[in-house]
């Protein structure tokens, strides 16, 4: 990968090796702003891809530019793999929502400030927000430039690999597809996702996201309504998935499971299974 790499004016793009959902295999960090900048998704645990990183913002600084904040989407080890050690070696303060907060750990010597809804970020091209849209996690954050109409996604989309809506760790699909029609009503120009190449198309692909989430969505109560006729009774989430998936490969159903718990969450709290 070439790196760092130009997106426009007032983005570049880092992107680091990370432990991540195959078949990603790489966190994307943006820098925002034209002189002072806010640093999105110190992501890596790998020394090498650290120390890269650090040359990288260094450099920022280096150019007349000034790191005024880090920014952290969420919680995922493959966006906050390095948050406390990033922080603390620009001595710039972590941004990040409450919830995120509660979930990350090393930040010890980091100076924190929660963002929510609508607050700006520190940068001196003006219009950047922070937008609050839970879903793929509880404290999710994307930045957001009405200006430039350009979103940066964090997790909400990925181009080239899937999005996993996880039950156990904060996921909810009720708010996941909320958000996803809500950033579609924004109508951006640029979408700016952790992983994969930046998406010149946002609306056909958030508007593909909803499609495919509604699809699968009524596949899976289609698949419980059928396996409970069959069994006579209320169906485990593992009688359903092989019916749910068909379409899905073996060695991906482990994600699977996730998306029907999360899918099959929402199906009952709307009394549709
Ligand atoms: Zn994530």
């Not at 989430?237 to 969450?265: G, I």
Request: proline share 8%; glycine share 6%; net charge negative.
């Amino acid at each position: 990968m070439t790196r760092p790499r130009a997106i426009t004016s007032a983005v570049e793009l880092f992107g680091v090796r990370t432990p991540t959902l195959p078949p990603a295999t790489t966190t994307n960090s943006w820098a925002l702003g034209r002189r002072d900048l806010v640093l999105v998704e110190p992501s890596t645990p790998f020394d090498d891809e650290r120390a890269a990183w650090l040359a990288w913002a260094r450099g920022l600084s280096a150019s007349g530019r000034r790191v005024r904040a880090i920014l952290l989407t969420h919680h995922h080890p493959d966006h906050a793999g390095a948050a406390g050690p990033f922080a603390r070696a620009l001595e710039v303060p972590l941004l990040l929502h409450r919830e995120t907060r509660a979930r990350v750990r090393d930040l010890d010597g980091v100076e924190v400030r929660t963002l929510d809804e609508g607050d700006a970020l520190p940068v001196d091209d003006g219009g950047w927000t922070a937008l609050h849209t839970p879903g793929h996690a509880p404290g999710h954050l994307c930045a957001w430039s009405e200006d430039s109409r350009t979103l940066v996604a964090g997790d909400m989309v990925a181009n080239g690999s899937t999005i996993v809506v996880p039950p156990d760790d904060g996921g909810d699909m009720t708010d996941y597809l909320a958000q996803l029609r809500r950033l579609a009503a924004l109508a951006p120009t640029l979408l700016l996702p952790a992983h994969g190449a930046p998406i010149d198309a946002p609306l056909e692909v958030l508007a593909h996201y909803v499609a495919h989430r509604e699809k699968r969505e009524q596949k899976i109560a289609d698949a419980h309504a059928q396996r409970t006729r069959e069994l006579g009774r209320t169906p485990t989430r593992a009688e359903v998935l092989p019916l749910a998936y068909d379409d899905t490969p073996m060695h991906l159903w482990p994600f699977a499971l996730m998306s029907l718990e999360a899918h099959l969450r929402k199906l009952e709290r709307e009394g549709r299974v």
